[in-house]
């Protein structure tokens, strides 16, 4: 029997209000960067739909059909119930444990991004949802016994989508299916155009946690891909012996030629965190970790100080050397295998998240015979010596290199270890020194075949081993304009260093667009897109939020330091040594100054981007930069903060809605009226406020970084 949506429905309008259809959007596009991410919240609850079904029979595939018009997705999870109903129509109402997959009931509003009016149909349930939160009766389709659909029709006016959705499926690949437990088959497919198979297959159980996991892949005009991974598993528990999952690694194999059966473990090229899906929390590691992490609401992200998140690097660490043991025994801990191994410090310096496990690692290699011997055999690294030729290997053997160097059970290594220099032109030298060199000048004219083929060869260098090598080159890039980039005020094309830069997503696009010498990555390149793409460039100084730049100077005897000089209960200073930190934010100023041409409904949706854009700034730079600081000295030395310079000017300007859609001061409009969403922070009377309400510079964990004053980017015009 079908729910009663009628009744849901009018339990939502007064648990949410009558105006959750306008402020929806807040939970949508602007979670994600890549507004494709909900291919992978859909996989996501068919995953948990499929783990809930109870029994191991019937299809464990899931089925992805695009039209020009709509997407529909197919599984035999699960069927609805009312509880399911009223979980997908809330906000944060999941019905999933807390150890799901899709734990925090918001991802499924993620496919708002491309539909207003998303329908489930599953066992005696057929719905669509209206304004988010409304279930609304909808006709039943024909469907196979067992089967969910949940069809997404196409914003009419998207003209886009389909294209954003086929790259979306195509960057699912066959490694989607890795770390999965019920999906072994995802198929899509595009109305008259290409169409993908991957399929999981658990070829061997060596033992209790060792699996080999194949995963093929099939693509329209793409040659056939099939991977093999050798994957180890450990329970987790939680305090209280809940068992909550297991932390997984994953090392790549390739056939070893005329050696039937028998497999050596290469390095991986990337290795983000994987949650189930990848995230893009870099691990520094040769193979793939996996975990039920606690992860941020947009499920790409990590809190690194979580305890729990502590506890699974941990268990991750133990695992790592129990795979280290069974592939020494199994005689594939060879020097290929060892470069998967977290080896430079420099990589996990102390108090990184990741550190714990090139610890365990170290001191594994040096307490237990797990370094390949030249015989064949296994020594401690305690107990190794390193010969430079085979002639010093054949000259003395295992005794006479105990007696020559009066250590007891001392050995040669193997002499696949020795030669671990450099033997290829540096690929860091190489970009440096006959690449750039060309977008030094000043005017770039390169075609697009060789941009990208350039970027490629940068991107492959920044992938070095070696730290201070990355760091020569991130130096050198620093100082050379290498980025396509649009002025969001003109559209026109130029190409600028990355430091003065900001990434393009959904919401620094729509937050820019129209305000001139705000210059944001051309995303028109697909060279320039995905998310290893996005690491990079910050990595190069380009952000995704707000970027924090040093305010002018100010001189001891305005009458502002003056004024907190008096309220700090010190009102002389010296003059000599005074300092002031104070921040603005790069092209604020022009975004407020472009609000007045745009229309009412623009300004409305302008001004919720600004105030959701402090949010990300929070998030990423923490709440201090949100003041300044003036220390001055006169007979001792004196300290006090203030609001920065970019809330004393949003609390001066005009740029939030009232009623009538004008364009107000904050302190003019009562908070609640916006339907913006609101932050925990504590109140601040100095802090950017609303009237009568809450302040808006609030934000829930963040992540810390150090903001810098851009660095000065010229810009040339492509030529």
Known sequence: ????????????????????????????????????????????????????????????????????????????????DEADVRGVCGIAESTKDKFSIGRFGIGFKSVYTFTDRPEIHSGDEDFAIKDYVQPQRADRTERKAGETQIVLPLKADDDTAQQEITAGFRHLGPGALLFLRHIEEINWSVDGGASGLYLRNVTKEFGENVRLITVIGQETGKAEVDQNWLVFHREVFTEAKEK??????????????????????????????????????????????????????????????EP?????????????????????????????????????????????????????VRQALLDEPLLPRFDGDFVPASQAKLARTQELRDLFNPEQVELLFGSKASAWLTGDITPLGITEPDPVDDVVWNLLPKYQQDTVDVGDDDYAADIERIRKAFNTDSNSQRENLLAALHDTSFVMVVDTGDGKGYVAKSGGIYIATERLKQLFAGVPEVFIVDDGYDCLRGEKMCVFLEA????????????????????????????AGHAETSGYSDTVEDWTLQGF????????????????????????????????????????????THNGRYATSFPSAFLRNLNAAAWVPDANGELVAPNLVVFDTLGWKTNPLPADQDRLQAANHRPACERGWHRSCCPRSAPEARHHQRG
């Open 1 to 80: 029997m079908a729910s009663n949506y009628e009744a849901i429905s009018d339990e939502n309008r007064r648990r949410y209000g009558t105006a959750i259809g306008r402020i929806g959007p807040m939970l949508l596009a602007d979670r994600y960067d890549d507004r494709t991410h909900f291919i992978f919240e859909l996989l996501q609850n068919a995953e948990d739909a499929l783990g809930r079904r109870g029994d191991s029979v019937g299809p464990r595939k899931v089925t992805f059909e695009l039209t020009s018009t709509r997407l529909m997705l197919s599984h035999f999870g699960r069927l609805f």
């Open 244 to 305: 909550v999952g297991r932390v997984e690694i994953a090392f790549s194999l390739v056939a070893i030629k005329d050696a039937p059966g028998r497999w050596s473990v290469q390095p991986v090229a990337a290795s983000p965190l994987v949650v189930f899906f990848p995230t893009v929390v870099p691990t520094h590691l040769g193979f793939l970790v996996q975990g039920p992490y606690r992860t941020t609401p947009s499920r790409d992200n990590i809190p690194r100080g």
């Open 308 to 360: 729990w998140n502590q506890h699974l690097v941990k268990e991750t660490s133990s695992l790592l050397v129990e795979a280290m043991r069974w592939m020494r025994d199994k005689g594939m801990l060879d020097t290929s295998a060892l470069r998967c191994l977290p080896l430079d410090r420099d990589k996990f310096p102390e108090g990184a998240m990741f550190a714990p496990i090139f610890e365990a």
């Open 540 to 567: 190069c100084g380009a952000l995704r939020y707000p970027r924090p730049e040093k305010a002018p100077v100010e001189h001891h005897w305005s009458d502002r330091l003056r004024a907190l000089r008096v309220r």
């Open 589 to 632: 100023q022009d975004l407020l100054d472009h609000l007045p041409n745009l229309t009412p409904e623009q300004r409305a949706e302008r001004a919720r981007l600004i105030w959701e854009s402090l949010g990300d700034l929070e998030e990423r730079c923490g709440r201090g930069i949100f003041d300044g600081s003036y220390t001055w």
